[in-house]
T-cell receptor, first 111, second 112 residues
Framework: DTAVSQTPKYLVTQMGNDKSIKCEQN?????MYWYKQDSKKFLKIMFS???????INETVPNRFSPKSPDKAHLNLHINSLELGDSAVYFC??????????FGDGTRLSIL | GESVGLHLPTLSVQEGDNSIINCAYS??????FIWYKQESGKGPQFIID?????DKRQGQRVTVLLNKTVKHLSLQIAATQPGDSAVYFC???????????FGQGTRLTINP
């Protein structure tokens, strides 16, 4: 199936741990994104990469580090997890100027 | 600062009726607008978009209206079905900008 897929779907971990979320798209898009959705459903852009180059870097703690090994992958690494990091994280992709396609999210819960 | 807001956080309509979801935006430089539907446990799904050189665009059972004068966007869903129950988001993008700014979302419930 053509899609944006992210893993894991659920991530439960202790405060202070380091974790990664992976995203892959097989739509041939040139741009990928990470969004954070809070408990009130508010969606906010965190990062965007175009052809492996960082083009959007919102005000996000530097504990969050995106990595794009190639155009089809954009991973998100989070160091020293805090309670406030609990949220649903969505990966998306698009061809420049076209609508973004979203994955089904990774629900991160910090204990 | 730029923001996108919604007039109603929740909306309930009877199955078969038409629904209208409204959205206000504040960035007068926005030139692209988009509606997404998010079902429980899923990611946002593209519904329809419109550029600022248009004031209306129609899809299958959906119509987006854009009023740039009052910075207002609406999504009309005709003959609603149970599968239309979801949270609907509007988003806009400023001219020359690369990011979408999302509104808070409206939860639409279709009553049988």
């Amino acid at each position: 199936d053509t899609a944006v897929s992210q893993t894991p779907k659920y991530l439960v971990t202790q405060m202070g741990n380091d974790k990664s979320i992976k995203c892959e798209q097989n739509l041939g898009h040139d741009t990928m994104y990470w969004y954070k959705q809070d408990s009130k459903k508010f969606l906010k852009i965190m990062f965007s990469y175009n052809n492996k180059e960082l083009i959007i870097n919102e005000t996000v703690p530097n504990r969050f580090s995106p990595k794009s090994p190639d155009k089809a992958h954009l991973n998100l690494h989070i160091n020293s997890l805090e309670l406030g990091d609990s949220a649903v994280y969505f990966c998306a992709s698009s061809q420049t100027g076209q609508p973004q396609h979203f994955g089904d999210g990774t629900r991160l819960s910090i204990l | 600062g730029e923001s996108v807001g919604l007039h109603l956080p929740t909306l309930s309509v009877q199955e078969g009726d038409n629904s209208i979801i409204n959205c206000a935006y504040s960035n007068s430089a926005s030139d692209y607008f988009i509606w997404y539907k998010q079902e429980s446990g899923k990611g946002p799904q593209f519904i329809i978009d419109i550029r600022s050189n248009m004031d209306k665009r129609q899809g299958q059972r959906v119509t987006v209206l854009l009023n740039k004068t009052v910075k207002h966007l609406s999504l009309q869903i005709a003959a609603t079905q149970p599968g239309d129950s979801a949270v609907y988001f509007c988003a806009d993008r400023g001219w020359g900008a690369q990011k979408l700014v999302f509104g808070q979302g409206t939860r639409l419930t279709i009553n049988p």
